[in-house]
């Protein structure tokens, strides 16, 4: 059974800095691209940033640039998303997700991908 674990939300005052996991198991996790996505209250589900598993390529939507980091270690199975220069706008709750591609290529939408984890609440106070 595939399980993905985010996990390292937690409250942060604007300006502050979180780093998220998540690890997964019951799969190659070499051979599989991770997704961030969030959801904020109210609004729908969108990217945040994504890295291959091949090359370790490695993608961000516009507004994370500069202040969003993806990496992954792969002989611990998991992938961080460090967040740095945080604000309000970023409060959310966020999610990891998986699809097999050995490449070097990460999808940005979320029909993309076959596993998804249960989400890590981050909230950014003014």
């Known amino acids: 059974e595939v399980q993905l674990q985010a996990s390292g939300g937690g409250l942060v005052q604007a300006g502050g800095s979180l780093r998220l996991s998540c690890v997964a198991s019951g799969l190659s996790f070499d051979e599989y691209a991770i997704g961030w996505f969030r959801q904020a209250p109210g609004k729908e589900r969108e990217w945040v940033s994504c890295?291959?598993?091949?090359?370790?390529?490695?993608s961000y939507a516009d507004s994370m640039k500069g202040r969003f980091t993806i990496s992954r270690d792969n002989a611990k199975n998991t992938v961080y998303l460090q967040m740095n220069g945080l604000k309000p706008e970023d409060t959310a709750v966020y999610y990891c997700a998986a699809t097999y591609y050995s490449g070097s290529y990460c999808g940005r939408e979320m029909d993309e991908y076959d596993y998804w984890g249960q989400g890590t609440l981050v909230t950014v106070s003014s």
């Open positions: 890295i291959s598993s091949g090359d370790g390529s490695t």
